[in-house]
């Protein structure tokens, strides 16, 4: 696992929670959520996304361990991937805005490049 933050949960928790927020990143191409969850997404979406540069049947087979869906690791293979193939990372961005109003924590939008 990327990174060092505990994100408040226990570990497994935190893999499943990081798990499903990959997979409906790279489903919508953009997901608002905290500073902290971002910058713990993007390691992980990037290297889904260089999986599917790869585009052999390994590369495929380790996404569909991570990624929940197989529809999401089909675009990631068929749509997603081919666009950055000149691109050596670097495929995702994150955007402070501003703070929830709830609790006051810090929100960023991150978005597929």
């Given at each position: 696992m990327p990174g060092t933050r505990k994100l408040g949960?226990?570990?497994?928790?935190r893999r499943a929670m990081l798990r499903q927020q990959?997979?409906?990143?790279?489903?919508?191409?953009?997901?608002?959520?905290?500073?902290?969850?971002a910058k713990?997404?993007?390691p992980l979406a990037?290297?889904?996304?260089?999986?599917?540069?790869?585009?052999?049947?390994?590369?495929?087979r380790q996404a569909m361990a991570f990624i929940t869906r197989e529809d999401v690791v089909?675009?990631?293979f068929k749509e997603i991937a081919p666009g950055?193939?000149?691109?050596?990372?670097g495929s995702t961005r994150?955007?402070?805005?501003?703070?929830?109003?709830?609790?006051?924590?810090?929100v960023a939008m991150i978005e597929l490049v």
């Open positions: 949960r226990t570990s497994d928790q990959v997979t409906d990143f790279l489903d919508n191409g953009k997901m608002e959520t905290t500073v902290t969850r713990e997404i993007k990037e290297k889904m996304i260089t999986l599917g540069k790869k585009g052999d049947l390994a590369a495929y089909k675009k990631i950055y193939s000149e691109r050596n990372g994150i955007t402070r805005t501003g703070v929830r109003r709830g609790d006051a924590a810090e």
